[in-house]
């Protein structure tokens, strides 16, 4: 593992968009994302990409396709932090996504189950040649057996991939788990990313012993929106690294203040 600082990506309007199809206001986003020029987030992930080959928009909201000027209007008049979009493999083609020089993107993260990821690993290395910071992130990671590790391992390591992440994708593992998959990426020698979930309440102990552990990145959602039982709620990470941080480079309240916005908008007062 490397000694830089660790990152934090938020990832609300991505995964919360499984709570409505993606339907956000962009006055919320952009809300989102001014937060974030002051919280002390690396990353924001503002939605997927993909087109309308793959999904109806007539039934998904602009965040499932994330397009190019929409990105735009999100940090237009806003310093804020870097922007990640994240793709579905199999439901992108490379030519949808531009080269980095005409894009305010800055990372692609290519979410795929274990049965796919060497195709993936091409998608990514293809991501990468463009000029974008290039990430996978393993599904279902407590479904790996030794075998599929051995399988994957090295060419992750040949790889041009930045990031290579677990996701916690049904929220089953304990912080005791988290050690051995560690052991099993750091082959890689890439900088490892974690994904939690919150199905079991594990999120915020799965994610301080992962960052005990060395990963390089950590994911949350404002208010722990996401799919299922939701995630890491970004505002217990953050109060934690304000608490904990011997510089003061975090900051709480505007993400607090978000969320009561939030909580408000899905429960309709």
């Known amino acids: 593992m490397n000694n830089k600082k660790l990152k934090i990506l938020d990832c609300t309007i991505r995964d919360g968009g499984y709570l409505n ?17 002051r919280s002390g987030v690396d990353f924001v ?13 007539k039934q998904y909201g602009p965040w499932k396709f994330t397009p190019e000027q929409l990105v735009s209007e999100v940090v237009k008049g806003i310093s804020g932090p870097a922007i990640s979009l994240m793709v579905d493999f199999g439901k992108i083609d490379i030519e949808d ?15 795929v189950h274990k049965d796919k990821v060497l195709s993936a690993i ?12 290039s990430s996978i992130q393993l599904m279902g990671i407590v479904n790996y057996t030794e075998d599929d590790f051995n399988q994957i391992l090295g060419v992750l390591k040949d790889s041009k991939i930045d ?12 912080p005791s788990d988290i050690k051995g998959i560690l052991d099993h990426l750091t082959i890689t020698e890439k900088m490892i990313g974690f994904h939690a979930h919150n199905n079991l309440q594990m999120g915020f102990a799965n ?3 992962a960052i005990k552990s060395g990963v390089d990145i950590v994911d949350g959602t ?8 939701g995630n890491l709620p970004i505002e217990i990470l953050l109060s934690y690294f304000e608490k904990t ?7 709480t309240l505007p993400v607090l203040i978000l969320s009561i916005v939030i909580c408000l908008i899905f429960i309709k007062i």
Do not use: Q
Request: aromatic share 16%.
């Open 222 to 229: 404002t208010y722990g929106m996401g799919r299922g039982a």
């Open 163 to 174: 990031y290579v992440y677990f996701a916690d994708s049904y929220g089953s593992l304990l």
């Open 245 to 251: 941080s011997a510089k003061n480079t975090y900051n």
């Open 21 to 37: 199809d993606w339907h956000f206001d962009l006055k919320l986003v952009r809300e989102l994302y001014r937060a974030h020029s």
């Open 45 to 57: 992930e503002i939605g997927f990409r993909s087109t309308d080959k793959y999904f109806d928009p």
């Open 122 to 133: 091409e998608l990514c290395n293809d991501i990468a040649d463009k000029g974008y910071i």
């Open 97 to 111: 996504i531009p080269d980095r020089t005409n894009s305010i993107n800055s990372m692609y993260r290519v979410a």
């Open 207 to 209: 994610t301080l012993e």
